[in-house]
Structures are given as C-alpha cells and as structure tokens.
C-alpha cells in the first residue's frame, strides 16, 4: 500500500494527479459510449474532429462507403468525400458555431462510392471534442435501404446496452440502497418521496435490464396502462426534481380508458418529455409552466405501411411556455444527436419515437415561440385482450 505522503510525492514528481486520472477515465468511457451508440445507428454515422480527423465510423457507414473502419480512418474526411462536398461547409458550421447543422438533399461524391443524395444532419458532441455526422441517404435503390436496416441488427444493439448498463447498474444500486437506509428514519411527510426514488430506481434497473438484451430487441409486456397514474408519477419526480421551480398543470380527461403498453417504457417516455418541457422554460421570464394534458380523440387514426388502419384515439400532450423549437432543426428534431439544447446529447427524442413506434402509436409536435406541445397517440387496451409480448420493429 502507498502511504499518503507518498502519492503526494509522486503526484508532484511526474505532475499528475489523482483529478486527472479521473478526467481521462471519465473521457475514455464517454467516448466508448459514444462509439457504442454510432455502432447501434442503422443509419450511416460518422464522429469527425477538428473538422477532418474520422475517429468513429459505425457499421452503416462502412457499408455505404464500401470501406473497412481502417479506410476510413486513414483517408479522413478529406479523402473519403470530393472537395467540392457541402459536408465540408456543414461541419465547419457545427464546429464553430457548437450547435446542429442540418441540410436535405445535399449531393455527396468521393473515390469508391458514387454519387447519391441524402439528408445530412452534423451535431457538435456534449464536450466538443468531436462532430457527429448521421446521414440520411436517398434514391440509392432497395439494396441500401436493406443494408441501412441490418445495421439495426443484434450485435450492435447489444454492444449498446451493455455499455450502458455497465456504466448504470453500479451507481443505481447505491442510490437505492441509500433510499432504503432512509426510509428507517424517515418523517411521515418524507415516506412518499423516499418510496418514489425506490420506486424509479427499480424502474430504471428494469429498463436496464431489457437494454442488455437490446440486440434481440427488447420485449414490450402489452398489458393495460392506467394513464393517469403513471402521469402523477411523471409529476411527482417534476415537482420534487427537474421542475420544482416550475408552475406544474395537469388538465386530466377523467372519461380516459387505459392504454395498451408497457408501464415502464411509458413512463419513461412521459418523463422524457416532461423534463424536455422544463429545460425549454428553464429561462422563461415571469413564470416557467408545463402542462400534462390528456384527451380522447374520436377518428384519429393512422395507416401502416402494411395498408393497416390503426386506431389511436388516446392523445397525452405536454405543453410549454419556452422559446419553441428552431426553425432549423424542426424537420429532423427526432434524429439522433439532433437537440436544441447546448448540453443535449440529442438521444432522448428518438428514443421517445421509438418506444412509441413500438407500441403502434405515433408522436408529434407543434411549436412557436411562447407554446410548444408534444402529442403522444396510443391505442386503447380494449382494441387487443390479455397481455403479450410483443418485439420492436
């Protein structure tokens, strides 16, 4: 064992400290996050630093280039896209300017690849170290739209989840174990909150635990959800967490019937949405305000793309005060890495997206400045009986 005094010796001998050790294993890990969740796109997606450097290129876009990550890496963007490409100008924006950068139907040419249109969408990561490039490719034929798909398959989703619950688990049951430590000695007024952070804590492993097996899609347990109750829920953690200098409204349709889900990938989805609310008004002035609002919405239906019409009469809305959402990114706000948030990861829309997609609803949204509302549309317990599982698709 090394005593005190001398790690403190060596801490000034080779002018390193314990701090930084810290730093760089902290910055290791969110790059090893980072790498994992390109890997899982089944887009093409590539992390770019300091405007050239290609330092992570996940599986789509290897196949959309016809070039091993090694190739990739070593041509750089300067090599992989013709100097004319307004991917150069894109990145350079988002570099500058730290926020996202999207354009449609942008030209993209380089050596081994052709020529072929997409949408493309650059976004500075949380520490700036590098710009993430997701593309969206267009007209290119069924050949790439089937590879596009595969890259959604099970070793990348898996490799994902893993990361992820690696790095939760641990610190997750701390939190819990410090909750139940206080429920001991807890005041009658304290009980429920207590019992809530035990309760969110479980939730949360739960979800967890489905996330390590992402790469064989994670099951939803259809069963009947009562809306409400998880709403309050949603509204208790605002109340008592990331809203509690907010006015918190809820406009309840008490006529609502249950929904057919899953609670906790629900709930998840309700929390997401309600925290996005509250960072919209975070600088509101004269009096920050989310609303919790439900509706039942007779002929609101959609058509799958099997020619299924589906009925979603059940509508949960969550309105803001905020500044609204850029005009910018409006058309691509559920794409990863997309965020009008600084400090965003830009994760969290389309995740929301995808657990609704999942349950064979459909999620939108309106903005202008001073009110932006976030609809979710669910079909009703009734139209399915008993409880199945059910994959993502």
């Not at 290609?54 to 890496?73: E, H, M, P, T, Y």
């Amino acid at each position: 064992m090394i005593a005190l005094e001398s790690l403190n010796t060596t801490k000034v001998s080779v002018g390193f400290d314990a701090s930084q050790i810290k730093a760089r294993q902290t910055v290791d890990r969110e790059g090893q996050i980072a790498a994992a969740f390109l890997d899982a796109l089944p887009l093409p997606a590539l992390g770019v630093k300091d405007g050239t450097e290609i330092i992570l290129a996940n599986g789509a876009a290897q196949d959309l280039f016809l070039k091993s990550i090694r190739s990739i890496k070593t041509n750089g963007i300067l090599g992989l896209f013709s100097q004319d490409s307004p991917i150069h100008d894109l990145l350079e924006r988002a570099r500058v300017t730290s926020s996202p950068v999207s354009a449609r139907d942008m030209k993209l040419g380089g050596a081994g690849f052709g020529d072929f249109m997409c949408d493309i969408t650059a976004s500075p990561s949380e520490d700036g170290s590098f710009v993430a490039v997701v593309l969206r490719p267009r007209g290119r034929g069924r050949d790439l739209s089937e590879r596009m798909q595969d890259m959604a398959g099970a070793r990348s989703m898996a490799a994902l989840g893993r990361t992820l619950a690696h790095e939760v688990k641990n610190p997750l049951a701390g939190i819990r174990g410090a909750a139940q430590l206080l429920l001991r000695d807890a005041d009658p007024g304290e009980l429920e909150l207590v019992n809530l952070i035990v309760e969110e804590t479980d939730r949360v492993r739960r979800l967890i635990d489905r996330m390590e097996s992402f790469g064989a899609d994670p099951p939803i347990e259809f069963a009947s959800v009562n809306v409400h109750a998880a709403l309050e829920r949603v509204a208790a953690l605002a109340e008592n967490g990331f809203a509690r200098d907010h006015v918190v409204k809820r406009l309840f349709d008490p006529s609502l019937p249950e929904a057919l889900g899953d609670e906790d990938q629900l709930i998840q989805v309700f929390l997401n949405l309600a925290k996005n609310a509250a960072e919209a008004t975070h600088t509101h002035q004269g009096g920050a305000e989310i609303i919790l609002a439900t509706a039942y919405r007779h002929g609101v239906r959609i058509r799958t793309a099997s020619g299924e019409t589906r009925d979603l009469p059940l509508e949960i809305a969550f309105y803001d005060n905020g500044r609204g959402v850029s005009d910018d990114v409006k058309d691509c706000l559920f794409e990863p890495f997309v965020s009008t948030k600084p400090s965003s990861g830009g994760l969290g829309l389309p995740l929301v997206q995808k657990i609704v997609n999942a349950h064979g609803g459909v999620v939108d949204f309106e903005s202008e400045p001073g009110r932006t509302v976030f609809r979710v549309r669910l079909p009703v317990s009734t139209q399915r009986a008993g409880p199945l599982t059910a994959h993502y698709p």
